[in-house]
C-alpha cells in the first residue's frame, strides 16, 4: 500500500523560505521510472504543478516558479523535500506531493495536502 | 509551454451524460498522454482516466476518455449520472518532462 504524507509549517512570514517534506510509504524512489511530484491549490482555485523529482535524480520545475523551487531527495529516508524561497500571501495554499509510478503516467497517489497560510 | 483549457464549470441532471473538454493551445493533443483526476470537497484528487482513455481499477466504466486531434482537445465523458459524481474534474498533461494541469471543471448534478 502506497501512502505519502506532507509536513512542514502552516504558518510562513512573507519573504521567508517555505520548506516541506514529503514522506512516503509502499515504494522505493531509486525504483526505474519511479516519480514524486509537487502540486499546490490555493484556496477555491485550481491544482498547479510546482515540481517533480525522478528516480534518477533529474528533476523539473513549472517554469513560472523555477527560480525559488528546489526540489531533493533521500531515499534512504523515503521522503523528497522541497523548499520555495521568498514566500507571498499568493503561495497561501493546500501543498499536495504525489506519486508517479512506472508505468502510468498519472499521479496514482496523493497525500491528505498540508494547508500553508503566508502572512505576517 | 502549453496551456490547457476547461469550461469553468458544467451541469446536467442525474442519469444524463456529460462531456467535459480539455484544449491545448499549441503542440498537439496527441503528442502526450492525458489524464483526468476527480477532485470532491475536501479531497485529495484521485484519478479516473489516465493515459487518455485507460480507467483504473476501481472507476466505473460510466467514465470514458477520448482525444480529438481534430480540435486539439482531449474529453472526459461521464454517463449515466450520479449525485456521487458532483465534482471538480482536472485534465493533466505533461510536455518536455513538464506537468501541465487544466483549470478544473466543476461538475454539478442537479
Known amino acids: 500500500q502506497i501512502t505519502l504524507k506532507e509536513s512542514g509549517p502552516t504558518l510562513v512570514n512573507p519573504t521567508q523560505t517555505l520548506t516541506l517534506t514529503c514522506t512516503f510509504s509502499g515504494f522505493s524512489l531509486s525504483t526505474t521510472g519511479v516519480a514524486v511530484g509537487w502540486i499546490r491549490q490555493p484556496p477555491g482555485k485550481a491544482l498547479e504543478w510546482l515540481a517533480l523529482i525522478y528516480w534518477d535524480d533529474d528533476k523539473r520545475y513549472s517554469p513560472s516558479l523555477k527560480n525559488r523551487l528546489t526540489i531533493t531527495k533521500d531515499t534512504s529516508k523515503n521522503q523528497v523535500v522541497l523548499t520555495m524561497t521568498n514566500m507571498d500571501p499568493v503561495d497561501t495554499a493546500t501543498y499536495y506531493c504525489?506519486?508517479?509510478?512506472?508505468?502510468?503516467?498519472?499521479?496514482?497517489?496523493w497525500g491528505q495536502g498540508t494547508l500553508v497560510t503566508v502572512s505576517s | 509551454n502549453f496551456m490547457l483549457t476547461q469550461p469553468h464549470s458544467v451541469s446536467e441532471s442525474p442519469g444524463k451524460t456529460v462531456t467535459i473538454s480539455c484544449t491545448r493551445s499549441?503542440?498537439?493533443?496527441?503528442?502526450?498522454?492525458v489524464q483526468w483526476y476527480q477532485q470532491r470537497p475536501g479531497s485529495s484528487p484521485t484519478t479516473v482516466i489516465h493515459e487518455d482513455n485507460h480507467r483504473p481499477p476501481g472507476v466505473p466504466d460510466r467514465f470514458s476518455g477520448s482525444i480529438d486531434s481534430s480540435s486539439n482537445s482531449a474529453s472526459l465523458t461521464i454517463s449515466g449520472l450520479k449525485t456521487e459524481d458532483e465534482a471538480d474534474y482536472y485534465c493533466?498533461?505533461?510536455?518536455?518532462?513538464?506537468?501541465?494541469f487544466g483549470g478544473g471543471t466543476k461538475l454539478t448534478v442537479l
Open positions: 493533466q498533461s505533461h510536455d518536455s518532462g513538464n506537468v501541465v
Open positions: 504525489a506519486h508517479r509510478g512506472m508505468v502510468r503516467g498519472d499521479f496514482e497517489h
Open positions: 499549441s503542440g498537439s493533443i496527441a503528442n502526450n498522454y
